[in-house]
């Protein structure tokens, strides 16, 4: 968890801090008012701080040896602790240094009459620092519970003077990001492929993040996935997790190993992975094109090649994968602009956020501009996968995991 002896110090001074700081904080206010509500909040604080410490010492001794799953829970149990504990230090700041001026004041000039000492607006700053911290203490575990495998379909139909006659109709199946490792509910995980399958695609594509890190994540769900299949076929495209850049190797030998291994999970599926390449898909004489790129994205691993991928696709109509959205406006938008559709996925919509009545918003939207859903520029269209999966945080709120369903239409 911690790469040196610098950062442990650092990271332990830090906690312990804050720690302290928070406490003084609760102990003072509740050791003079006490009821069921209060108490109540008091427990909340030791529970948080008795996971977290434990989380803390489990991953500072195990966690190298920790499967994925169980890290993240671990890792999320410490975040929720940190997050809370820093969103209510504001208040108590406030009112430490409001407290600290009034006693300035009476110092100063001090009343000749009994004035209100402020103890009330201590208990406004208290409540409303508890409210705030409240929300990721209560919502994160909730979303932890009830929203990792909450499988959503998202329907959209796109429509292309130019596709072919023939593909008018055409059902096509969208699964991204599906972080395999993540996982520790078989029987969800099938719920979720089954609901794929139950739309009857004529064909699926697979925008890339099939596992975490290692090959070997995928060693208990050969038999999940492998039910994925379609009349047209299954193809599929690498992310940037899929490269293991986020591991630590023993050396560049395995790491070169454990790649050919997420390559071949691919075939072990029976799915056709795309490594800059492209294939046709033929109906009734006519064709359309698909476009499979490694991954190229604004920030992060670039290796994909646009020119070679495309060269000498002449069908009609073009759709493209490409596991992460900033492609489009980077470079498909400015050099390809006969990719009528792009499929891509990523940004998992954070795995946090809100979708109503067609408002959506995640802090995501800071960093992506395209970010979960359909969208269209000119004539082409791109279709960002808010993730199958999830990875780190072991939930999601709002955002739920999807299945796509494209109808494309003449």
Not at 36 to 47: L, P, Q, T
């Amino acid at each position: 968890m911690f790469r040196n002896i610098q950062s442990l110090i650092l990271f332990s001074i830090f906690i312990i801090s804050l720690e302290l700081y928070v406490y003084q904080a609760i102990n003072k206010y509740y050791s003079k008012k006490k009821n069921k509500g209060r108490k109540i909040v008091k427990a909340m604080y030791y529970i948080l701080l008795t996971l977290s410490t434990c989380s803390i010492i489990i991953l500072m001794i195990w966690g190298e040896g920790l499967k994925m799953n169980m890290g993240n829970f671990l890792i999320a149990a410490m975040f929720i602790n940190i997050l809370s504990k820093l969103l209510f230090i504001p208040f108590i700041i406030i009112d430490d240094l409001r407290r600290f001026l009034l006693f300035i004041k009476l110092k100063v000039s001090p009343p000749k009459t009994k004035e209100d000492n402020g103890i009330s607006r201590s208990d406004f700053l208290t409540k409303m620092g508890i409210a705030v911290a409240a929300v990721p203490a209560l919502s994160l575990p909730f979303g932890m519970i009830f929203g990792p495998y909450n499988y959503t379909l998202h329907r959209k139909k796109i429509k292309a003077s130019n596709l072919p006659k023939a593909f008018h109709g055409l059902k096509i199946a969208q699964l991204s990001d599906i972080h395999v490792g993540s996982f520790y509910d078989k029987e969800a995980v099938t719920r979720g492929v089954d609901l794929l399958l139950a739309q009857k695609p004529d064909v699926v594509f697979f925008t890339g993040d099939i596992v975490n890190d290692r090959a070997d994540e995928m060693d208990d769900y050969y038999d999940v996935f492998s039910k994925v299949t379609a009349p047209m076929g299954v193809y599929s495209i690498l992310g940037n997790h899929d490269y293991g850049d986020y591991h630590n190797w023993n050396s560049e030998e395995e790491k070169i190993e454990n790649f050919e291994n997420v390559k071949a999970i691919h075939e072990k599926l029976g799915w056709n992975l795309l490594l800059d390449e492209h294939i046709y898909l033929e109906k009734d004489n006519e064709k359309i094109g698909v476009i499979g790129i490694e991954n190229w994205g604004k920030g992060f691993h670039q290796i994909g090649d646009m020119a070679k991928a495309a060269a000498n696709c002449d069908a009609p109509f073009k759709i493209l994968l490409s596991h992460d959205p900033t492609h489009w406006d980077e470079q498909v938008r400015k050099d390809y602009q006969d990719i009528d559709l792009t499929l891509a996925g990523h940004t998992h919509g954070a795995q946090i956020g809100i979708e109503t009545h067609g408002f959506k918003w995640s802090p995501i939207s800071l960093r992506y501009k395209n970010w979960a859903g359909l969208y269209k520029e000119d004539n082409q269209h791109l279709y960002v996968n808010r993730g199958f999966g999830f990875l780190a945080y072991p939930g999601r709120i709002g955002i739920w995991p999807e299945v796509t369903l494209l109808e494309l239409e003449s």
